[in-house]
């Protein structure tokens, strides 16, 4: 079964935040997780353009605060593309 | 994709058996991993278990600084990711953005503070010459000849700088090229030099100097970061947004790439090499089954599908130039397969680049372990390269020490895959490593007319043994480097030194810095042994006594002990000390000094102390070897 971009982000944050998966929700945030700092951010952004093939524009990173809009952004990126 | 789920069953994998206390397993889950899904979630995961097993798995640790102009935070679990995958513990420590001049210029920097064991200076065109790389088109030319001087004279500073403050291995980055130059095709055009420089001649030339600047000094070396950059696309390469946004100019693709470039420096510096190649034969060097194909069947040749393997077996010829042994683990009749090797035309290795065989059905774990002991090295010294994921993954289980490569699916990705290993990078080539195959194959000559004397004395007799002892000498230095850094079973202290630090030693007037060659009637061994002595208030401690595993147990360690000790008393010492501390792999040096009959004065968690008193005692020159001393001027 594929993983949804949900459970991707999930993993993803999972590995780069060192929490286990089942504690990420689309609620954890820049707040609510203390390892998602900038340098963490800026490895969170690199990870999920390297991961889904899309790029962030700077206002897009700055949005990215929580992990529910980090995964709409992405979604979004995804549904745009021409892929 | 990423997190498919069987990666993330391997995550599952690796926890449980660090949870079980399988150290080693869950490296082999974690390499894997790694393997399969190099990227920055994954490097966090990766870093974060190894780190929790580190005390338990044998890593060789080293400590790398990184000063750089730009954001460099998010390669660095890349790096270290990768290092730990191939049985590195790295330590990383970034310099502050931009301020690599003063750390190296400042000795209480926090460079020089780190006691890196390496250091990476890694700074753009745009940061030291932002003339050259924004306003080229502004630019007179005396300008532009001013600005290549600057820049030039800033590297030179900086490296002797360095060199003055540290012993450590400094790495330079070269200086990239515009992915588009300021005057478009008129770049391609304009001369380059004596006519005044385009912008890329400008920057080649700064290149040029700097490669100069590295050669002048012992353990410096170039990254060619300008070739990294073009072998992987400029276009591609650069992330305008990142970098105005978080001055990180490397697209999220590309990182990996530079750490992997960074990895391959790493690899060699902390002594992860592999020395010998195992290959196997069947759809590894030629394509088809040779027992069912037959000569004419299988595809090795200048045309496609044969063309994929000659490229691979040029690639081995490579790597035997550069001092690593080639070796065959095959299943197959041995028949078959020496018919092939050598009569075939379309093969380019032939049965000579070979220094070991094993060519029959045994087990290929086995095969290993017999390869290792009649090449004389660690089984942790062998890469083994076989297109079967069924026996990579038995060695892998049964040999984790070994370094199994992964064969892409496609045999035209062979030679790359093997080019890129990087545990066959070098970063210096000595005359023994590029006729490294042919001493081997003398060895084995030898071997085989040793079984037909009686005893060993006989043996060492017809062999007609010549050593010759010096003093260190420039035309050594990299070659003593290179032995006190590989040297693993004959060395008493096992104290790895680079360049700088033994001439360092050397310039000393209380250490004396010894070399010894050998060469017999088969042929010559070269420089195989050293020894490195300080006097002390009439007492001379052996720091260093190795010697190449290669002419173990001919005597040649007694001649060489014999002259140590009889140059020590003439330069009056009473005494001549020094101790065995043990390894894994330093056995047969154990009993070195009670064999010669030193005497046990204390012993401790860290190894033994021997001492032999040279007003009672003297050791015996083996009468067959016949030793020439070269006085030499010290370096």
């Known amino acids: 079964m594929t993983p949804t971009i949900f459970e991707q982000v999930q993993g993803i944050a999972s590995d780069l935040f060192g929490i286990p998966a089942g504690q990420i929700t689309r609620e954890s945030s820049t707040e609510s997780i203390e390892a998602w700092d900038s340098t963490q951010h800026l490895n969170l952004v690199l990870a999920l353009e390297e991961t889904f093939s899309i790029q962030f524009s700077p206002e897009e990173m700055e949005q990215m605060r929580s992990i529910g809009s980090t995964v709409k952004l992405v979604e979004n990126k995804l549904q745009n593309s021409p892929r | ?635």
């Not at chain 2, 093997?418 to 210096?428: E, G, I, S």
């Not at chain 2, 000595?430 to 001493?439: A, F, G, H, V």
């Not at chain 2, 060395?491 to 000393?508: D, G, H, W």
């Open chain 2, 1 to 635: 994709m990423s997190s498919t789920p069987k990666i993330r069953d391997l995550r599952k994998e690796a926890d449980d058996l660090i949870a079980s206390g399988s150290a080693e397993l869950a490296a082999l889950r974690l390499a894997e991993l790694w393997r399969g899904e190099s990227g920055a979630g994954t490097a966090a995961f990766v870093v974060s278990r190894y780190e929790k097993l580190r005390e338990q798995l044998p890593l060789a640790r080293y400590r790398l600084a990184i000063l750089r102009s730009f954001t460099a935070e998010p390669a660095v679990p890349l790096l270290r990711a990768a290092a730990f995958a191939s049985g590195i513990d790295l330590t990383v420590q970034l310099g502050d953005f931009n301020a690599y001049p003063q750390e190296i210029l400042d000795e209480q920097s926090s460079l020089y503070r780190f006691a890196p064991d390496g250091v990476i200076l890694a700074a753009r065109t745009a940061d030291l010459a932002p003339d050259l790389w924004n306003q080229y088109a502004d630019l007179s030319q005396p300008a532009v000849a001013e600005a290549v001087q600057r820049v030039s004279k800033s590297f030179e500073q900086w490296v002797g700088a360095f060199r003055k403050r540290s012993s450590a291995a400094l790495i330079v980055h070269s200086l990239e090229q515009p992915a588009r130059p300021s005057t478009g095709l008129l770049d391609a055009q304009s001369g380059f030099s004596d006519s005044g420089f385009s912008q890329s001649g400008a920057i080649q030339q700064i290149n040029q100097e700097l490669r100069m600047i590295v050669a002048a000094h012992r353990g410096v070396y170039l990254l060619d970061f300008d070739a990294l950059v073009a072998r992987h696309g400029r276009l591609r390469w650069h992330d305008e947004r990142k970098w105005l946004t978080a001055r990180m100019p490397i697209a999220a693709d590309q990182l990996i790439h530079l750490s992997r470039e960074w990895l391959r420096f790493a690899v060699p510096l902390a002594g992860k090499t592999a020395k010998v190649l195992v290959v196997d034969l069947d759809n590894t060097l030629w394509g088809g089954v040779i027992g069912e194909d037959g000569m004419a069947g299988i595809q090795i040749g200048a045309e496609y599908p044969g063309a994929a393997y000659q490229a691979l077996q040029r690639a081995l010829l490579d790597l035997s130039r550069r001092g690593i042994l080639l070796a065959i683990c095959s299943k197959n009749n041995l028949d078959d397969a020496l018919e092939a090797l050598q009569n075939h035309s379309g093969m380019l290795v032939r049965p000579a680049h070979f220094a070991a065989m094993r060519i029959n059905w045994h087990d290929k774990a086995l095969n290993l372990r017999e390869i290792a002991s009649e090449l004389n090295v660690g089984v942790d010294a062998l890469a083994f390269l076989d297109d079967n994921p069924m026996e990579r993954e038995q060695v892998r289980t049964a040999l984790p020490q070994v370094n199994v490569i992964d064969l892409p699916p496609d045999p035209l990705d062979y030679a790359a895959t093997v080019r890129d290993v990087p545990a066959f990078q070098r970063l210096v080539l000595s005359d023994e490593d590029q006729q490294r195959t042919e001493l081997y194959v003398a060895q084995r000559e030898r071997s085989q007319a040793q079984q037909s004397f009686q005893s060993k004395e006989d043996f060492f007799r017809y062999l007609e043994l010549e050593a010759e002892i010096a003093p260190l000498e420039p035309a050594t230095l990299a070659r003593v480097a290179q032995l006190t850094q590989k040297t693993n079973q004959f060395n008493l202290t096992t104290r790895r030194r680079t360049e700088q630090q033994i001439a360092e030693l050397a310039a000393r007037a209380d250490v004396q810095v010894l070399t010894i060659r050998m060469r017999d009637r088969f042929g010559d061994h070269g420089l195989v042994g050293i020894t490195i002595t300080r006097d002390e208030s009439e007492i001379c401690e052996i720091d260093t006594f190795l010697l190449s595993c290669r002419v173990i147990g001919r005597t040649v360690e007694t001649a060489f002990l014999a002259h140590v000790a009889s140059s020590a008393a003439n330069r009056g010492c009473r005494q001549l000390s020094g101790w065995f501390l043990p390894t894994k792999k330093n056995a047969p040096a154990r009993d070195f000094y009670a064999q010669h009959g030193f005497q046990l004065q204390k012993q401790n968690a860290e190894g033994s102390f021997w001492t032999l008193d040279l007003r009672q005692q003297t050791i015996a020159m083996p009468e067959w070897i016949r030793l020439k001393i070269n006085e030499g001027a010290r370096v």
